[in-house]
């Protein structure tokens, strides 16, 4: 039996691996959430509008995709 047969496709593509690393990175910091406005410390570059939110996550796959693949 061939090995390919027993054993289909283990390694996962550069983008699978940076989408599962931004995953992991915007729900364990909390990167690029929107925050509601209140009295105390706020995190600097938290996202006001959904847009933006979605404009950060879109920069975070970039960045990581970018790791994944070994680029500077």
């Known amino acids: 039996m061939e090995e390919s047969a ?3 496709q283990l390694s996962r593509r550069n983008e699978d691996i940076a989408l ?3 995953k992991f990175i915007a729900m364990t910091t909390g ?3 929107t925050m509601a406005s209140g009295v105390g410390f706020e995190r600097g570059g938290a ?3 959904p847009e933006e939110y ?3 996550l879109l920069e ?3 960045r990581c995709l970018a790791a994944v ?3 500077k």
């Open 69 to 71: 693949q070994g680029k």
């Open 60 to 62: 975070l796959y970039g």
């Open 47 to 49: 996202a006001s509008k």
């Open 6 to 8: 027993v054993f289909p």
């Open 20 to 22: 599962d690393m931004m």
């Open 54 to 56: 979605a404009s950060h």
């Open 31 to 33: 990167y690029g959430k």
